[in-house]
């Protein structure tokens, strides 16, 4: 550590001066203890309470970093940088509403707010409302045409709103104008990868690598476009940057998932559980999950939606039979049974959306169905056909796949009686392993933990049971993995016989359709059909105990 002279030694400017020099070298434990002694000089210091906190997150505490800028902010509620960090907090939390709150009070201070745009443009595109996003980012870019956070921000948003080649090009003008494009060049490879275009997505994330080889998000992307042998250099770039605890925590949460993931192609059960369970543990302490509140959900669902309630308002809506919903427990298969039916000529698909949860936006379900009336089923449907159907092509069918659709079944029998909808089932071990494996984006709150895991998935397969016994045959199909993988043809006629759709062999070709497909997926969907990821879990199964006990029934 850099000696103070005997004169700073009381100095609470010159440790606060410290402490920033240390943070910006990347000495993060060090940068925190000169804060500490600066803030014992002067307890009250705005300054140095927002430095500490800054520290503080970067390093994981981050409901104490967050309680430090709420003390600073009830005694100075105009310092904007106090409201900046706390919607950084919020977002390291997961806590995307509560950011976009934060950052909404710092454009209220701001004098010039170009840059804070750029930041409540990159919360909304993970909320989702991308063209709002858009809009914040034309905004700043009118008055800096140049901006390289709101060129970078507005290629994501395009990337988020299925216009790839625009998006590219987005990348490409954010790249010539960043000073320090690595994280840039990253985002870019990742569109490269679901455009299909895997070779030049990992020459890109070399290029970022060689610019910034700390870069956590660029090791994470490349772990998950490749496969891993034993004497890999990649397993050593990556371990320096996990094992030191200077980084960055979400550079040591992200490459512990990439680790795990490396060690599980390698078989090597206890390097990647090791690595898996401390990056799990990371990730469940910065979220707020209660399991029992999804208890509570799927019991209310189950109550709400019964054959009485179906009888009743069945058939009062649109039944138009454009849309059909593939859901199931995410890594369940649903990707690539979009990406089949997606290869259609007739059909065209959505991706993921949050257009059905936003149309459904309902606390209480039912109170809700003990005063609906056919009217508000048919303005519900409508509302979601519009919704979607701003970014699909007249005349063709419509995927939405977002595996947690399968909430929302009964509700969609009501709003959208003509809709197909189909249930992906796959292993429950293997279901389980693959979400346990991965670090999602946001939502899955409850992968994070092997218990919490296999409560939840006994939680799906119960409301799934309900919903098969009250939804026709015409309306639910279910695929299971294992099938599709092993007769995939059969399976596929069966598929788009449910649909009402004329055979097409290019879904059988689904792995050359060029459309971008954003999923965890896409070795498999950019594939030929293959079968090694049947009973994956078997061979990890001792370091999978908590979550088979778990599961119980549910892996019987």
């Not at 989702?128 to 709101?150: H, I």
């Not at 949050?354 to 519900?380: G, M, S």
């Amino acid at each position: 550590m850099t000696p103070l002279a005997a004169d700073d030694a009381q100095s609470w400017p010159a440790l606060n001066n410290l402490g920033v020099t240390l943070q910006r070298s990347g000495r993060l434990e060090a940068a925190e203890a000169r804060y500490r002694q600066a803030l014992s000089l002067a307890p009250d210091n705005s300054e140095i309470q927002v430095n500490l906190a800054a520290v503080m997150g970067a390093r994981g505490n981050y409901p104490a970093a967050l309680k430090m800028i709420e003390q600073v902010l009830a005694h100075n509620p105009g310092m904007l940088m106090a409201h900046l960090l706390a919607s950084a907090l919020e977002r390291g939390m997961g806590r995307l509403a509560a950011a976009l709150s934060c950052v909404e009070r710092a454009l209220a201070l701001a004098p010039e707010p170009a840059r804070i745009l750029s930041r409540r443009a990159e919360i909304l595109c993970l909320l989702g409302r991308c063209q709002a996003a858009l809009e914040d980012c034309d905004q700043v870019l009118a008055t800096v045409p140049n901006d390289a956070g709101a060129l970078h921000v507005r290629a994501l948003a395009l990337q988020n709103l299925n216009r790839p080649v625009a998006a590219l090009e987005a990348y490409r003008l954010a790249e010539t104008a960043a000073t320090a494009p690595a994280g840039v060049i990253a985002d870019r490879a990742w569109l490269l990868a679901e455009t299909g275009r895997t070779g030049e997505a990992l020459q890109a994330l070399r290029q970022a690598l060689e610019r910034q080889p700390d870069l956590s998000i660029a090791w994470y992307r490349r772990a998950y476009l490749r496969r891993y042998a034993a004497d890999d250099p990649d397993l050593a770039a990556m371990q320096a940057i996990a094992d030191n605890p200077d980084s960055p925590y979400p550079d040591r949460l992200h490459l512990s998932f990439a680790l795990g993931k490396a060690y599980l192609d390698l078989g090597d059960g206890n390097r990647a559980f090791a690595r898996l369970d401390t990056g799990n543990r990371m990730k469940r302490a910065l979220i707020d999950y209660d399991p029992d509140a999804d208890a509570r959900l799927f019991a209310q669902l189950s109550a709400a939606f019964s054959a009485e309630t179906l009888g009743r308002y069945g058939g009062c809506a649109d039944a138009s039979i454009r849309p059909i919903f593939v859901f199931g427990m995410p890594r369940s298969g649903t990707t690539l049974v979009e990406q089949i039916l997606a290869s259609h000529g007739l059909v065209h698909g959505s991706g993921e959306s949050t257009h059905l949860r936003d149309v459904l936006d309902i606390e209480d379900f039912e109170a809700w169905t003990a005063q609906l009336t056919p009217a508000d089923c048919k303005a519900l449907g409508r509302r979601y056909l519009d919704r979607v159907g701003l970014d699909v092509p007249e005349g063709l069918r419509l995927v939405d796949k977002t595996p947690m659709n399968f909430r929302y079944a009964g509700a969609i029998s009501l709003i959208l009686p003509g809709a197909r909808m189909i249930h992906c089932r796959r292993d429950a071990l293997d279901t389980c392993l693959s979400c346990y494996s991965l670090l999602f984006v946001s939502g899955h709150e409850f992968a994070y933990d092997q218990i919490e895991l296999g409560r939840f998935y006994r939680l799906y397969q119960g409301l799934m049971a309900h919903w098969r016994r009250l939804l026709p045959a015409e309306c639910l199909l279910e695929i299971n993995y294992e099938a599709l993988v092993s007769n995939t043809e059969g399976e596929v006629r069966r598929i788009l016989d449910f649909c009402a759709l004329p055979w097409d062999a290019a879904c059988l070709r689904f792995h050359d359709h060029s459309r971008r497909v954003s999923s965890a997926s896409l070795e498999q969907v950019r594939s030929p059909v293959y079968t090694t990821s049947v009973g994956r879990a078997r061979s990890f199964r001792p370091w999978l105990g908590p979550l088979a006990l778990a599961l119980g029934e549910a892996n019987a």
